[in-house]
């Protein structure tokens, strides 16, 4: 493979196709279902998967199939079929790539900077700026380029398949009704490559070794059928606010974070360790420093290790959203009558998450404070996922495409959110390698105001994937 060739036409079709194509990307509010319910009258999501279809439709490469895949009330799924480089059609029993990627958002989380806006697209040097680029707009583009690039630069393939969903920032429940539907047509990868996930920065390809799981859901404490004059019920009427803390008391450390459950802290595996030690190194400050800090706060703890263990592997809470509590300047004298917080649990990769929510409803409902109403109305979970080992072929292959689009070696490390698409596929094909990286890298805020796709981290992405894909097909087996 010619690799300055690669990456000139990578280069080049970046810059004149998929930039100003995920600008039209970024303008359409796809929002997930979770965030928008009414998602199929609005048809953003079907426009959002309607444009990526149409821009792959127009690549020219050889015996590409796309199809719009939608079952009854579920989110639509891009389905695309490549054969293996030289074959005229699909081959019985060909050894198979899968790539995966998703095109739903996130809502808009505002405020976002001056002269930035979640819909209206901004590049601002090798940033562009919208919501839905780099989490993970970009992800079919890449992957049919590096396909496509591969090919031009001498190059070849495996049998290739590309599923883009439109459910996953809801926690891919639409999913595994696809990959069932179709399976015949999957087959059995033994490599997946997602592009759906973070770097520690951009100077070097980083490889995900893990995902945390996640248990959300609300929390709800009610203590009067309306509300009442301070004045009058404080000292009678225990506060549903108190009582909140108390019971959230149950599950953590409010002086440390910890989670107190201790069956939620599964042993983490030496490599892992090794894997965070090595990564703090490289970081260093940077593991920290990346964050948005308001004046004066510091990590919760020094070391940068712990840190990195405590963002990929340790289960921490955070509430994510509040109702009952009125905003400042209409909060009146009043002992409300409820106080209601969503909860966002992260889970160490190898927590069974069905058994971690029964665990924390009871721990946060049983024998309530005062006699008080205390639900706690779970969401669906997501399970994590740890790495399987390495293969020597695809080690080999990775360090070698870090080196050569990057300049530097390749770096390991477990990533702190979820993607339910890798326990899904890692319990349906455990031969299977799995290459999981990203361009979520620092200042990215995925999720969050100001989500910007880092331009050139996505050009080598690209030259990296068309490597291993290459390097794919040439292992030994």
């Given at each position: 493979?010619?690799s300055?060739?690669?990456?000139?036409r990578?280069?080049?079709a970046?810059e004149?196709?998929?930039?100003?194509?995920?600008?039209?990307y970024?303008?359409?509010?796809?929002?997930?279902?979770?965030?928008?319910?009414?998602?199929?009258?609005?048809?953003h999501?079907?426009?959002?998967?309607?444009?990526?279809?149409?821009w792959?439709?127009?690549?020219?490469?050889?015996g590409?199939?796309?199809?719009?895949?939608?079952?009854?009330?579920?989110?639509?799924?891009?389905?695309?079929?490549?054969?293996?480089?030289?074959?005229?059609?699909?081959?019985?029993?060909?050894?198979?790539?899968?790539l995966?990627?998703?095109?739903?958002?996130q809502?808009?989380f505002?405020?976002?900077?001056?002269?930035?806006s979640?819909?209206?697209?901004v590049?601002?040097?090798?940033?562009?700026?919208?919501?839905?680029?780099a989490?993970?707009g970009?992800?079919?583009?890449?992957?049919?380029?590096?396909?496509?690039?591969?090919?031009?630069?001498?190059?070849?393939?495996?049998?290739c398949?590309?599923?883009?969903?439109?459910c996953?920032?809801?926690?891919?429940?639409?999913?595994?009704?696809?990959?069932?539907h179709?399976k015949?047509?999957?087959?059995?990868?033994?490599?997946?490559?997602?592009?759906?996930?973070?770097?520690?920065?951009?100077?070097?390809?980083w490889l995900?070794?893990s995902?945390r799981?996640?248990v959300?859901?609300?929390?709800?404490?009610?203590?009067?059928?309306?509300?009442?004059?301070?004045?009058?019920?404080?000292g009678?009427?225990?506060?549903?606010?108190?009582?909140?803390?108390?019971?959230?008391?149950?599950?953590?450390?409010s002086?440390?974070?910890?989670?107190?459950?201790?069956?939620?802290h599964?042993?983490?595996?030496?490599?892992?360790?090794?894997?965070?030690?090595?990564t703090?190194?490289?970081?260093?400050?940077d593991s920290?420093?990346r964050?948005?800090?308001?004046d004066g706060?510091t990590?919760?703890v020094?070391?940068?290790?712990?840190?990195?263990?405590?963002?990929?592997?340790?289960?921490f809470?955070?509430?994510?959203?509040?109702?009952?509590?009125?905003?400042?300047?209409?909060?009146?004298?009043?002992?409300?009558?409820f106080?209601?917080?969503?909860?966002?649990?992260?889970?160490?990769?190898?927590?069974?998450?069905?058994a971690?929510?029964?665990?924390?409803?009871?721990?946060?409902?049983?024998?309530?404070?005062h006699?008080?109403?205390?639900t706690?109305?779970?969401?669906?979970?997501?399970?994590?996922?740890?790495?399987?080992a390495?293969?020597?072929?695809?080690?080999?292959?990775?360090?070698?495409?870090s080196?050569?689009f990057?300049?530097?070696?390749?770096c390991?490390?477990?990533?702190?959110?979820?993607?339910?698409f890798?326990?899904?596929?890692?319990?349906?094909?455990?031969?299977?390698?799995?290459?999981?990286?990203?361009?979520?890298?620092?200042q990215?805020?995925a999720?969050g105001?100001?989500?910007?796709?880092?331009?050139?981290t996505?050009?080598?992405?690209?030259?990296?994937?068309a490597?291993?894909?290459d390097?794919?097909?040439k292992?030994?087996?």
């Amino acid at each position: 493979m010619d690799s300055a060739k690669l990456t000139a036409r990578i280069e080049k079709a970046w810059e004149e196709s998929i930039v100003p194509a995920i600008t039209e990307y970024i303008r359409i509010p796809a929002k997930s279902p979770a965030f928008e319910p009414e998602w199929a009258a609005k048809g953003h999501l079907h426009a959002a998967v309607k444009l990526i279809e149409g821009w792959c439709k127009k690549r020219p490469i050889a015996g590409l199939t796309t199809e719009i895949v939608e079952l009854p009330g579920r989110t639509p799924v891009l389905f695309m079929e490549i054969p293996a480089s030289g074959a005229e059609g699909p081959i019985e029993g060909a050894d198979t790539v899968l790539l995966y990627g998703h095109y739903d958002k996130q809502p808009e989380f505002l405020p976002w900077a001056e002269g930035l806006s979640p819909w209206e697209p901004v590049r601002q040097g090798d940033r562009l700026y919208g919501r839905g680029g780099a989490d993970d707009g970009y992800a079919a583009f890449a992957s049919l380029l590096a396909i496509e690039a591969l090919g031009c630069a001498g190059g070849r393939h495996a049998r290739c398949v590309v599923v883009i969903e439109g459910c996953e920032e809801s926690g891919s429940y639409d999913l595994p009704h696809y990959i069932d539907h179709l399976k015949a047509r999957i087959g059995t990868p033994s490599l997946v490559v997602c592009l759906d996930s973070g770097c520690g920065n951009y100077d070097q390809l980083w490889l995900t070794t893990s995902l945390r799981g996640l248990v959300t859901g609300n929390l709800r404490v009610e203590v009067l059928r309306e509300g009442l004059h301070s004045g009058d019920a404080s000292g009678v009427v225990p506060s549903s606010f108190r009582i909140l803390r108390n019971v959230l008391d149950r599950i953590e450390r409010s002086d440390t974070g910890e989670i107190l459950l201790r069956s939620l802290h599964p042993e983490i595996p030496e490599e892992r360790r090794r894997q965070a030690s090595e990564t703090a190194q490289v970081l260093g400050k940077d593991s920290f420093a990346r964050f948005p800090w308001a004046d004066g706060t510091t990590p919760m703890v020094s070391d940068a290790t712990e840190l990195v263990l405590n963002r990929t592997w340790r289960p921490f809470l955070s509430v994510t959203g509040a109702e009952g509590l009125p905003a400042l300047g209409s909060a009146g004298n009043v002992l409300r009558p409820f106080t209601s917080v969503k909860l966002s649990l992260r889970l160490a990769p190898t927590t069974d998450p069905a058994a971690a929510r029964t665990e924390l409803i009871e721990a946060l409902t049983k024998e309530p404070p005062h006699g008080a109403t205390v639900t706690f109305k779970s969401e669906q979970g997501a399970s994590g996922w740890n790495a399987p080992a390495t293969a020597p072929w695809l080690k080999k292959s990775l360090s070698e495409a870090s080196q050569a689009f990057f300049g530097k070696p390749v770096c390991a490390m477990g990533e702190g959110g979820t993607i339910p698409f890798m326990a899904m596929l890692g319990d349906k094909f455990p031969e299977a390698q799995f290459v999981i990286t990203g361009v979520l890298g620092p200042q990215s805020n995925a999720h969050g105001p100001n989500e910007f796709l880092h331009i050139p981290t996505g050009k080598k992405l690209t030259s990296v994937v068309a490597q291993i894909l290459d390097d794919h097909l040439k292992r030994e087996r």
